[in-house]
């Protein structure tokens, strides 16, 4: 009966915490409407994670009349330049890129370099959503090589933010109830069955911050992929569809012969195995059969 009245207050509070609050309103002069906007944008902003809860109070007390905090980017983006240089400037490229991009405040996140002759390289750089036209403009032209190939990409990813920050609101609420809950329960089977649902949700809301991380990280920072081809080097070979055909019959065909010598050696020693066991029965038989007819007494005789 206890069991039965825990589910049951787990459920009402539950779902109680899912239900959106009543909003409330105020009207006054355009200072002090100046004011409530600020405080709702830089609450909204903390609902969405883009700032934390005590970032988000201090925001409420620094804005002044009329001004409104800067949202975060809620766009990725992504690029890629393949850029040809000079021989004799091919050292000094990637050395370039990674004071074009420090120089906007970003980073190299890695940076490849081939040996072989023609050389290539792959420079990776992060750089703030801001800069991010900047940065490819200005990787163009490093160690003044010129663009064969360019492009990028964008992802707005504004309503995951949304959708996201709600959830975790959700499970917030719900965790405060299972956490009273928990102070309230008096048997074992009650603790434990709280404890499960508890954990189940905050496992979840782990989850969710943690991806909320990772877009504001993806967000905040764009990537470009920065490849770097000497002078003289040829351009990777795309492969065309006959050769994909050949080489995936290739492919397949050594995958028969190889499963074909894998069981030969599982056949052949079976094989050897049984045929000496039937060499063996062939030349036991007649000396078995014949002591067999030695050993029985004539007709006549029984009579």
């Not at 206890?2 to 899912?18: E, F």
């Not at 290539?120 to 750089?125: C, Q």
């Not at 569809?241 to 599982?266: E, K, L």
């Given at each position: 009966?206890?069991?039965?009245?825990?589910?049951?207050?787990?459920?009402?509070?539950?779902?109680?915490?899912?239900?959106?609050?009543?909003?409330?309103?105020?009207?006054?002069?355009?200072?002090?409407?100046?004011?409530?906007?600020?405080?709702?944008?830089?609450?909204?902003?903390?609902?969405?994670?883009?700032?934390?809860?005590?970032?988000?109070?201090?925001?409420?007390?620094?804005?002044?009349?009329?001004?409104?905090?800067?949202?975060?980017?809620?766009?990725?983006?992504?690029?890629?330049?393949?850029?040809?240089?000079?021989?004799?400037?091919?050292?000094?490229?990637?050395?370039?890129?990674?004071?074009?991009?420090?120089?906007?405040?970003?980073?190299?996140?890695?940076?490849?370099?081939?040996?072989?002759?023609?050389?290539?390289?792959?420079?990776?750089?992060?750089?703030?959503?801001?800069?991010?036209?900047?940065?490819?403009s200005d990787l163009s032209g490093v160690a003044g090589g010129s663009v064969h190939d360019v492009s990028f990409e964008s992802e707005d990813v504004g309503q995951q933010f949304?959708?996201?920050?709600?959830?975790?609101?959700?499970?917030?609420?719900?965790?405060?109830?299972?956490?009273?809950?928990?102070?309230?329960?008096?048997?074992?089977?009650?603790?434990?069955?709280?404890?499960?649902?508890?954990?189940?949700?905050?496992?979840?809301?782990?989850?969710?911050?943690?991806?909320?991380?990772?877009?504001?990280?993806?967000?905040?920072?764009?990537?470009?992929?920065?490849?770097?081809?000497?002078?003289?080097?040829?351009?990777?070979?795309?492969?065309?569809?006959?050769?994909?055909?050949?080489?995936?019959?290739?492919?397949?065909?050594?995958?028969?012969?190889?499963?074909?010598?894998?069981?030969?050696?599982?056949?052949?020693?079976?094989?050897?195995?049984?045929?000496?066991?039937?060499?063996?029965?062939?030349?036991?038989?007649?000396?078995?059969?014949?002591?067999?007819?030695?050993?029985?007494?004539?007709?006549?005789?029984?009579?």
């Amino acid at each position: 009966m206890r069991a039965i009245t825990v589910v049951a207050t787990v459920a009402a509070l539950t779902a109680a915490a899912g239900l959106p609050g009543c909003g409330q309103t105020s009207s006054g002069s355009g200072s002090a409407a100046n004011e409530n906007g600020a405080a709702t944008s830089a609450a909204r902003m903390a609902a969405a994670g883009s700032l934390a809860p005590k970032d988000a109070a201090s925001a409420q007390l620094q804005l002044g009349p009329g001004k409104l905090p800067e949202p975060r980017s809620t766009v990725i983006q992504t690029g890629r330049l393949t850029v040809q240089i000079d021989r004799d400037r091919f050292s000094d490229a990637t050395l370039e890129a990674g004071r074009i991009a420090n120089e906007l405040h970003g980073v190299v996140v890695s940076s490849d370099i081939s040996k072989s002759r023609p050389r290539m390289a792959t420079v990776v750089v992060r750089v703030p959503a801001a800069a991010f036209q900047t940065a490819m403009s200005d990787l163009s032209g490093v160690a003044g090589g010129s663009v064969h190939d360019v492009s990028f990409e964008s992802e707005d990813v504004g309503q995951q933010f949304v959708d996201l920050a709600a959830r975790r609101t959700n499970l917030r609420s719900q965790e405060r109830v299972l956490r009273r809950l928990m102070d309230q329960a008096v048997t074992v089977t009650d603790t434990i069955r709280v404890q499960n649902q508890l954990s189940q949700v905050q496992g979840q809301i782990e989850e969710i911050s943690g991806r909320l991380r990772y877009l504001h990280d993806q967000a905040d920072l764009s990537t470009i992929t920065l490849s770097l081809r000497e002078a003289g080097a040829a351009p990777p070979r795309q492969p065309t569809a006959i050769g994909s055909a050949f080489r995936r019959g290739w492919d397949r065909a050594v995958s028969v012969v190889t499963a074909v010598i894998a069981g030969a050696g599982v056949v052949i020693p079976l094989a050897l195995l049984a045929a000496l066991a039937l060499a063996a029965g062939l030349w036991l038989w007649p000396r078995l059969a014949r002591r067999l007819g030695r050993s029985q007494p004539p007709a006549g005789d029984a009579a």
